[in-house]
């Protein structure tokens, strides 16, 4: 499933549910694909990611119903930029960015994964 899809009518307190062995909510998923998805779009757009030399579990946020909502506008939006950047690519990015393209295809695959395993578990799923 299209990540749109797989967060697609969650509520705010679906997307923080955690289980009781530690794994990561909805929300946090989120939180993290837009960290990385952002830095990704602003290099293919030729700008400087910020400096990052925390630990990557920092990119798991927890997020209230109004960054929830926010979020998932922002992971929309960053996808959109992401597909209409690689899109008007050169040939010769495209043959740079290849390797990251396929990073943030699996990395996003992934985690959606995670999502959609979750909507299925707690019966959120269509």
Same mark, same amino acid.
């Not at 797989?6 to 939180?31: C, F, K, P, Y």
């Not at 959109?80 to 990015?93: D, F, I, K, W, Y």
């Not at 960015?97 to 799923?125: E, F, L, P």
């Given at each position: %499933?299209?990540?749109?899809?797989? &967060?697609?009518? #969650?509520? %705010?307190?679906?997307?923080? =549910?955690?289980?009781?062995?530690?794994?990561?909510?909805?929300?946090?998923?989120?939180?993290?694909?837009?960290?990385?998805?952002? *830095?990704?779009? $602003?290099?293919?757009?030729?700008?400087?990611?910020?400096?990052? !030399? +925390?630990?990557? @579990?920092?990119?798991?946020? !927890?997020? &209230? &119903?109004?960054? =929830?909502?926010? /979020?998932?506008?922002?992971?929309?939006?960053?996808?959109? #930029?992401?597909?209409?950047?690689? +899109?008007? /690519? *050169?040939?010769?990015? $495209?043959?740079?960015?290849?390797? @990251?393209?396929?990073?943030? %295809?699996?990395?996003? %695959?992934?985690?959606?994964?995670?999502?959609?395993?979750?909507? !299925? $578990?707690?019966?959120?799923? !269509?």
């Amino acid at each position: %499933a299209p990540l749109k899809e797989a &967060t697609q009518g #969650l509520t %705010a307190e679906q997307a923080n =549910w955690e289980d009781s062995t530690g794994n990561h909510s909805i929300g946090e998923l989120v939180s993290h694909l837009i960290f990385w998805n952002e *830095r990704n779009l $602003m290099a293919f757009q030729g700008n400087t990611p910020p400096d990052f !030399k +925390g630990n990557n @579990d920092e990119t798991f946020q !927890k997020l &209230t &119903t109004t960054k =929830w909502e926010n /979020a998932l506008s922002r992971l929309d939006s960053i996808h959109s #930029l992401l597909n209409e950047t690689v +899109g008007e /690519a *050169r040939p010769e990015q $495209m043959k740079e960015w290849s390797s @990251d393209i396929a990073n943030i %295809a699996s990395h996003n %695959a992934y985690h959606t994964g995670q999502i959609v395993y979750i909507r !299925k $578990m707690r019966g959120w799923w !269509k």
